[in-house]
């Protein structure tokens, strides 16, 4: 099963101040964080959309291997143009699925991700969705299936890939997990000052 990973870093940081892929988070700034849980979990290619900031985001990544920048130049359009990038940028020879982590999650642990993977490998579902308290977060797997309707669905593009997510809600896999960060948007000074009073949190 092929499988690559995304992390969608394009948006504006507007609420946080400062891109929110340079942030530090035990030792590593946010997206470095999630690129190399990523190659543990043996996820490639891996790409990172970047917007505005891509400049400052760049040289971070010029090291990681089997990882690519891709940028997204309709940021206004939300994380579903980030997502067409990345599918676009995956043609010709894309992968059964695509695990797409938003920027803001550097702290869902890799136990959580290898049960989201592992729910795709058992059944290949159209999408796994992690979901704790019974409230639905990220990261979420896409199979190939709904790559076209993500890519050109105006559903999707009015309301973003949860419209494709709601199309086929009684063919997901949703999956109950004991990780709170799934559901932890970091978007604001106050949210990023409370990440890092939990640095004793048990990540991995």
Request: proline share 8%.
């Amino acid at each position: 099963m092929s499988l690559a990973g995304v992390v969608l870093a394009a948006g504006p940081s507007v609420r946080m101040g400062i891109p929110k892929a340079l942030l530090d988070f035990r030792g590593q700034s946010f997206v470095i964080r999630i690129v190399d849980a990523l190659a543990a979990l043996e996820v490639k290619p891996r790409l990172v959309v970047l917007g505005a900031d891509a400049a400052r985001v760049r040289p971070l990544l010029a090291t990681a291997p089997d990882c690519h920048v891709v940028e997204n130049p309709d940021v206004a359009a939300g994380p579903i143009a980030s997502l067409r990038c990345a599918l676009a940028a995956l043609r010709p020879a894309r992968p059964e699925g695509l695990l797409a982590w938003p920027v803001d999650l550097p702290h869902v642990r890799i136990a959580t991700v290898e049960r989201i993977i592992e729910a795709y490998r058992h059944a290949r579902p159209p999408a796994v969705v992690p979901a704790f308290g019974g409230r639905r977060g990220h990261p979420v797997l896409w199979d190939e299936a709904l790559f076209a309707e993500l890519e050109t669905s105006a559903d999707a593009t009015r309301h973003g890939a949860r419209a494709v997510l709601k199309a086929h809600e009684d063919e997901l896999a949703v999956v109950a997990v004991d990780d709170p960060a799934v559901l932890d948007d970091v978007n604001t000074p106050a949210d990023y000052e409370r990440l890092v009073r939990e640095l004793n949190r048990d990540i991995y």
